[in-house]
């Protein structure tokens, strides 16, 4: 049936309307709903207000009320947030959080406070909800990545290998106890210890002194030495003090040394 009610999208025989357009509400007569408006006499349809209005002025979208979280600045621009509210929601930009008092159920009474760093965002003080890079976000807090992690993409990610910290899961940047770093960024262990799984443990250092068929001294030792041997560094005594003899030092290898002998003939 053709209603005459305006905004009436169904009525009965009696011209009595039983349900209104999309957007509008069944009262005495059918309203558009707020945020809506009569676009025109004959109440063929009810049409949005201008944005962030509650209530505009038919047939025209110009608003008489704006939204709660907004208010007039001018016929000529409509709604607009609170000053210091940004956003289609009015709410603090981020960096910032909303301080209220005494509540937040008028938006006149919000104050935008800065978040404090490290915070990138925040909730309220002392409460990070994101964090500048490398802080990662733990219980609402921006901490450092700890100890055997490196930060990628917003995550710890474990360091590989020997690694105390790491630029990357390849690249060390300081290395575990009795451990150096090396010129490509690895971990080795120190002079005089060993790898043991993933420590260092410090290693037995010795040498053995050795009579071959010549009767020639040779010394060897289990682990190259940093520097080489001289004449200050080894002493050679008889139990006969009486045998005259001189001593030298000969190099073979870097673990290897000969000590010659020369006895005075009587």
Known sequence: NICSEALCSYCNDYQECSAC?????????????????????????????????????????????CLAEFAVESMAVGCECLSGLVGKDCVC?????????????????????????????????????????????????????????FFREGECQSCVGSCKTCYNETACASCIENMLLTEDYKCSCKKGFYLNQTQCLRGKFYAEL????????????????????????????LKNLTIEFESSLEKLTNQEYRVNLEFEEE
Request: aromatic residues 6%.
């Open 21 to 65: 357009v999309a957007n509008a509400y069944k009262d005495q007569f059918c309203l558009c709903e707020d945020g809506y408006h009569n676009f025109e006499s004959k109440g063929l349809e009810c049409r949005p207000c201008e944005s962030n209005c509650q209530r505009c002025n038919p047939p025209s979208p110009d608003c008489v009320e």
């Open 93 to 149: 930009q981020k960096g910032f959080y909303a301080e209220c008092e005494p509540d937040c159920g008028n938006p006149s009474n919000v104050t935008c406070i800065e978040c404090k760093e490290p915070c990138k965002e925040c909730s309220g003080p002392r409460m990070c909800t994101s964090c500048e890079e490398p802080l990662v976000l733990v219980n609402a807090t921006c901490v450092e990545c700890p100890e055997k992690t």
């Open 210 to 237: 050795k009579v071959d068929s010549d009767n020639n001294l040779k010394l060897y030792f289990n682990e190259t030495l940093e520097k080489d041997l001289t004449s200050q560094d080894y002493s050679v005594s």
